[in-house]
């Protein structure tokens, strides 16, 4: 497979989503050094409303203190919490 398809990929996506793309993300084989030349890229793409609407859900907001930001929570979690990606998102 030709090492330029990340980068193309990257770029269609910065094309299509601008600002709203906040990560993209190699993984499997590729990332852990073992692919053979056959190997495909896995590639995870991640949508800055995605990780809003995650921050909003668990009631996380931001506050101006001084020159910097900083997370509070709505309703502390407890000592348990997280975050979870569901699929197709």
Not at 62 to 82: F, V
Request: charged residues 30%; glycine residues 10%; proline residues 4%.
């Amino acid at each position: 497979m030709n090492e330029a398809i990340p980068g193309k990929v990257l770029q269609a996506l910065r094309r299509g989503l601008g600002d709203r793309l906040i990560a993209v993300v190699l993984f499997g084989s590729r990332a852990r050094g073992d692919a053979d030349p056959a190997s495909d890229w896995d590639l995870l793409a991640e949508r800055l409303a995605y990780l809003r609407s995650l921050i909003r859900e668990q009631g996380l907001y931001r506050i101006q203190m001084g020159r910097d930001m900083a997370w509070h929570w709505e309703r502390p979690p407890g000592l348990d919490w997280s975050l979870e990606w569901r699929a197709g998102q």
